[in-house]
Nanobody, 113 residues
């Protein structure tokens, strides 16, 4: 059974950091492109990052460049999103995805003063 479980969300002040994790199981993780998406309140879900099997980030949302880093550990079947210098507009539910068809339950990140 394919399963994606996100963790690491929370509430931080502007300028703070969070590291999100996505634990994958039930499929050969190292063979798949993995993605982070986010859905802000009242808005559509948007792609934040794509990470190919070689741990290269092939896409990063313009508004997070220089602040967010997406990477993976294929030995641990885990995808990560390191979020630094967070802004209120980064407040969203963050989801990891395989092929934009399999989704985790999401983890909430809230940035407020």
């Amino acid at each position: 059974q394919v399963q994606l479980v996100e963790s690491g969300g929370g509430s931080v002040h502007p300028g703070g950091s969070l590291r999100l994790s996505c634990a994958a199981s039930g499929f050969p993780f190292s063979r798949y492109v993995m993605s982070w998406f986010r859905r802000a309140p009242g808005r559509e879900r948007v792609l934040v990052a794509n990470v190919i099997p070689s741990n290269t980030t092939t896409y990063l949302l313009d508004s997070v460049k220089g602040r967010f880093t997406a990477f993976r550990d294929n030995d641990k079947n885990t995808l990560y999103l390191q979020m630094n210098n967070l802004r209120p507009e980064d407040t969203a539910v963050y989801y990891c995805s395989r092929d934009s068809m399999t989704w985790g339950q999401g983890t909430q990140a809230t940035v407020s003063s």
